[in-house]
């Protein structure tokens, strides 16, 4: 079954840099994008970037774009996100997601929760 | 960026109750809306796609429609694990996702 299991929890200090990994199993990784998404505390869900695993191109969020960089490792079915220049504000769970015919997303990994403080 | 309005933000009703959320976005999204079910510390859970697709595995008293900018979701006949924060998101242009409708007992 599709499955995405997301790295441990993090903390970090603000300026530093945080970066997330995202181990897909199930189905054919190159054949699919991977998305992440992120939700801070009682808030919505905001998108980040985005990645075609089968060739590698991104996209990213005008908001974080510059700050957000999104990879994969085809030979180990991993996506990461790294965020850099993190603030108070960058607190939130981070998740990754498959992404289906252009834009709806079908499986979610549990979540990675990045807390930022001084 | 396109914006997602649902309402309402917060829905109290009953087992059994029929409820419907909807999602405005402020322009012309076709028929790429998505809806998701979210539980407290748990990943978003596909629902709808398409603005009306029903996902593999989601009950059927789950519906959707919409078309343009208005959309609704439809759950005819509450169960208990209905109860939960519910999304809409666009894939017309990147992704946005409206700001969610937790329905409460």
């Known amino acids: 079954q599709v499955q995405f299991v997301q790295s441990g929890a993090e903390v970090k200090k603000p300026g530093a840099s945080v970066k997330i990994s995202c181990k897909a199993s199930?189905?054919?990784?190159?054949?699919?994008?991977v998305i992440w998404i992120r939700q801070a505390p009682g808030q919505s869900l905001e998108w980040l970037g985005w990645i075609n695993a089968g060739n590698g191109y991104t996209k990213y969020s005008q908001k974080f774009r510059g700050r957000v960089a999104v990879t994969t490792d085809t030979s180990a079915t991993t996506a990461y996100m790294e965020l850099n220049r993190l603030t108070s504000e960058d607190s939130a769970v981070y998740y990754c997601?498959?992404?289906?015919?252009?834009?709806?997303?079908?499986?979610w990994g549990q979540g990675t929760l990045v807390s930022v403080s001084s | 960026d396109i914006q997602l309005t649902q309402s309402p933000s917060a829905l109290s009703a009953s087992v059994g109750d029929r409820v419907t959320i909807t999602c405005r976005a402020s322009?012309?999204?076709?028929?790429?809306v998505a809806w998701y079910q979210q539980k407290p510390g748990k990943a978003p859970k596909l629902l709808i796609y398409t603005a009306s697709t029903l996902q593999s595995g989601v009950p059927s008293r789950f519906s959707a429609s919409g078309s343009g900018t208005d959309f609704t979701l439809t759950i005819s006949s509450l169960q208990p694990d209905d109860f939960a924060t519910y999304y809409c998101q666009q894939y017309d242009t990147d992704y946005t996702f409206g700001q969610g409708t937790k329905l409460e007992i």
């Open positions: 997601a498959r992404e289906r015919r252009g834009g709806y997303l079908d499986y």
């Open positions: 199930g189905y054919p990784f190159n054949e699919y994008a």
């Open positions: 322009q012309n999204i076709n028929t790429w």
